[in-house]
């Protein structure tokens, strides 16, 4: 299993960006995904997480409101849609494939493949 993500780059506050994250394999729709982020110094930390269908999402209580998962499976891809991006956003993202399908969402050690981070920078 390979997840290839994609779509970081340089923004001002309040723009926008999407990332997408495609994954290898045929097996990508039976497993919920997430994305985390990681800033310099500070640990991972869990931004936002859907299930394996797309129907069912969960958020950080820091990116509520602003960002949006979604996924396509006909596509293999997962996408994190960031809308009002504060300084405070900038970090490596990451996406994840959760384990199991009864593993926490949140938790950094329930996943089990990782995409290589791609970079978000916000200039205030």
């Known amino acids: 299993v390979q997840l290839q993500a994609s779509g970081g780059g340089l923004v001002q506050a309040g723009g926008s960006l999407r990332l997408s994250c495609v994954g290898s394999?045929?097996?990508?729709?039976?497993?919920?995904m997430g994305w985390f982020r990681q800033a310099p110094g500070k640990e991972r930390e869990f931004v936002a997480a859907?299930?394996?269908?797309?129907?069912?999402?969960w958020s950080a209580d820091p990116v509520k409101g602003r960002f949006t998962i979604s996924r396509d499976n006909t596509k293999n891809t997962l996408y994190l849609q960031m809308n009002n991006l504060k300084p405070e956003d900038t970090a490596v993202y990451y996406c994840?494939?959760?384990?199991?399908?009864?593993?926490?969402?949140?938790?950094?050690?329930?996943?089990?493949?990782w995409g290589q981070g791609t970079q978000v920078t916000v200039s205030s």
């Open positions: 859907i299930n394996y269908g797309g129907g069912s999402t």
């Open positions: 994840a494939r959760q384990s199991g399908r009864y593993t926490d969402y949140l938790n950094v050690y329930d996943y089990d493949y």
């Open positions: 394999g045929r097996t990508f729709s039976n497993f919920h």
